[in-house]
């Protein structure tokens, strides 16, 4: 049974940081691309940022150089780094394992006060 189990959502202050973590199971994690997407109350689900299998990466222009995805194989885990948080920032955090998987982890709540 393949499971994403995401963690580290939490409140936190503008220009705070939080580290997400979504740990994997049931999947051999390490040949799967792996992405986190966010949901905005009343917006549409957006990709934030992706790593390949091979540890590729790539983001959405308005957290480049604030975001850092990373993964473990070893742990089966990804994880996103935010820095210099915005209140804009705030939603729900998904965890994706892409295709041809394409499965959604539950979601984190990050709500960034000003």
């Known amino acids: 049974q393949v499971q994403l189990v995401e963690s580290g959502g939490d409140l936190v202050q503008a220009g705070g940081s939080l580290r997400l973590s979504c740990a994997a199971s049931g999947i051999t994690f390490r040949i799967y691309a792996m992405s986190w997407y966010r949901q905005a109350p009343g917006k549409q689900r957006e990709l934030v940022a992706t790593?390949?299998?091979?540890?590729?990466?790539n983001y959405k222009d308005s957290v480049k150089g604030r975001f850092t995805i990373s993964r473990d194989n070893a742990k089966n885990t990804v994880h996103l780094q935010m820095n210099s948080l915005k209140p804009e920032d705030t939603a729900v955090y998904y965890c994706h394992a892409d295709s041809p998987l394409n499965y959604w982890g539950q979601g984190t709540q990050v709500t960034v006060s000003s």
């Open positions: 790593i390949t299998s091979g540890g590729s990466t």
